[in-house]
């Protein structure tokens, strides 16, 4: 906020009287900042209500004068804008925020999310950490990341007092700058009746005692459950007690949002960029550097397409973004047999996006999505085996994918990593299969020995495995990877070296781990923050090309 500006003339002071006289009513308006009285507040309250403004009071060193009342206002308004901003982005007091044990199970570093609102850890929460600590799971070590967090907020305390406990540690203590409330800990027992329907012994009926116990003894503040167990979030609100999902790990609320890779450009692109574009050609592409109100709406890599009855279309990418203007270039048309790609044509336009991505050697990561039957995984496949076998752009394939079960575990599986992996790969089975019955003319004998082959540049890896490694001009392929979670999707990612391409594919609609979700997936959040990049792109495909069933499967079931 600007401060106002001076006064055009210099004024005297005013007598206490006229000071008082003029500027009483100036005191209600500092009254509604105050938070909540200190007995029924938390200590952050309190520290809230101390940060209420306050007006200085002038010393009277001159006789009064006939000074204007507006001027004499002026002075309080340059005092309440000197005052540093108050950092709290809401009026009121602060949030309490009541973790869930799996909050902190499936996000380490939820503790620090919360931004100026405060949390409260109950003590059964903890016992839950520590009964979780020991393994070699994912969750056991977040549980273990937990614990160090708690560890470094805990080294802060002059003393092992309750009292200093009781105050509350400051989150932005270990480095999180972002956390601007306190973490409290449960550090007297808390015993508060239950309706009769829930046993005292359950660890989830504890927690909810201590959110009920907790509203109150601070009337004053918004104190609200956060837990991603449903049936928890359930039973709080049917005891009239506010209950929340852990929001803070999705990377879009709405799926719908999510980034397609694909725009349609307006009808009239011609008429509104026909005078100020340029174009030039090189071999077979050709450029248009456009600018108009249509570039901001552009990313790089992202494909564009111009379908008019009557007219040629135009299916471009986006290759520069230079201030106002930006440079289109042509695709090649993979819907036509000549540039099959190992036998495989595109048979609609995201298809034909998907193998322009797929074949680019500029392109290093490249993110697929869609519907069963779509395509994902076959034409993946032709485009590393071409790349790998026909071009050697490649050294080999390395396939990979979560291995979570649709239904019931069928239990551990003999052999090495690459037998305990087949099981899982039948998917790539299926599309190699239709892959070798593309070449008929070279007969039984031709057909087994390109399947050797092709299977000996087929590496089949397990994703417990993949950390520290790294991949050397290598085309990964990462399926299912709807099914990861944004760090492990890091991980993979990060396994990139020199000469080496990623693609993931997934359907964000056939989810199966627990606790996962379309916003939360980790397809989602590789998508969402790989946008625009250089070196990066992405298709969703619409339509699906398996078959007449599958195609009616997916839309009625």
Request: glycine share 8%.
């Amino acid at each position: 906020m600007p401060l106002p500006k001076p006064p055009a003339q210099r004024a005297s002071r005013l007598d206490d009287s006229a000071y008082a006289a003029k500027l009483t009513p100036s005191k209600p308006r500092a009254k509604p900042t105050v938070t909540a009285p200190a007995s029924t507040s938390a200590p952050v309250a309190v520290a809230a209500s101390a940060e209420v403004l306050r007006l200085p009071t002038p010393t009277p060193t001159a006789p009064a004068s006939s000074l204007p009342v507006k001027a004499a206002t002026k002075a309080p308004a340059r005092a309440v804008a000197d005052k540093p901003k108050r950092s709290r982005k809401a009026t009121g007091p602060a949030k309490l925020f009541v973790l869930d044990t799996n909050v902190l199970m499936h996000d380490p570093m939820s503790l620090f999310r919360f931004e100026e609102h405060d949390v409260f850890l109950p003590m059964i929460t903890l016992e839950e950490l520590d009964g979780h600590k020991k393994g070699m799971t994912e969750v056991a070590r977040n549980v273990r990341q937990v614990s160090r967090e708690l560890d470094q907020l805990a080294a802060s305390l002059q003393s092992s007092s309750v009292e200093e406990m009781s105050k509350g540690l400051p989150l932005a203590g270990t480095g999180h700058r972002e956390a601007e409330g306190k973490l409290f800990f449960q550090t007297q027992l808390i015993d508060t009746p239950l309706p009769q329907g829930l046993p005292q012994g359950k660890a989830d009926n504890q927690i909810l005692g201590v959110v009920q116990a907790l509203k109150g003894l601070h009337p004053g503040r918004e104190v609200v459950l956060v837990s991603k167990d449903i049936n928890m979030r359930i039973k709080a609100r049917a005891l009239g007690l506010p209950a929340e999902d852990y929001r803070n790990d999705k990377t879009l609320e709405d799926s719908d949002l999510l980034y397609t890779g694909v725009q349609a450009l307006p009808s009239d692109f011609w008429e509104r960029h026909g005078k100020t574009m340029e174009s030039w050609q090189q071999g077979n592409t050709t450029f248009y550097r456009i600018s108009g109100p249509l570039v901001p709406t552009l990313l790089v890599n992202e494909l564009v397409y111009l379908e008019a009855p009557g007219a040629t279309p135009l299916y471009a990418k986006v290759t520069e973004i230079t201030g106002k203007t930006a440079v289109l270039k042509t695709l090649k048309d993979y819907g036509n047999q000549k540039n099959s790609v190992w036998g495989v044509t595109a048979r609609n336009r995201e298809q034909n996006f998907a193998l322009n991505l797929l074949m680019d050697p500029e392109c290093d990561f490249v993110t697929l999505t869609g519907t069963a039957g779509t395509g994902k995984t076959l034409m993946t496949l032709a485009a590393g085996l071409s790349q790998v076998l026909d071009d050697r752009r490649y050294s080999e394939i390395i396939v990979t994918r979560v291995t979570v079960p649709v239904g019931e575990d069928i239990g551990f599986l003999p052999g090495t990593e690459e037998e305990k992996m087949g099981p899982w790969m039948g998917a790539l089975d299926d599309n190699l299969e239709v892959l070798a019955k593309g070449d008929n003319s070279a007969g039984e004998w031709g057909r087994a020995a390109t399947n050797d082959l092709v299977r000996s540049k087929i590496k089949i890896k397990s994703l417990n495995f993949m950390r520290g490694r790294t991949f050397l001009n290598k085309f990964v392929i990462i399926d299912e990877a709807q099914n990861l979670t944004p760090k492990q999707m890091k991980t993979l990612i990060t396994r990139a070296g020199p000469g080496t391409k990623i693609v993931c594919l997934g359907n964000l609609a056939q989810i199966d781990t627990p606790y996962l979700t379309e916003g939360s997936s980790g397809l989602t959040f590789a998508v969402d923050r790989f946008k625009g990049w250089a070196h990066s792109g992405h298709v969703t495909l619409a339509r699906g090309e398996r078959s007449r069933l599958a195609d009616f499967a997916s839309e009625v079931l």
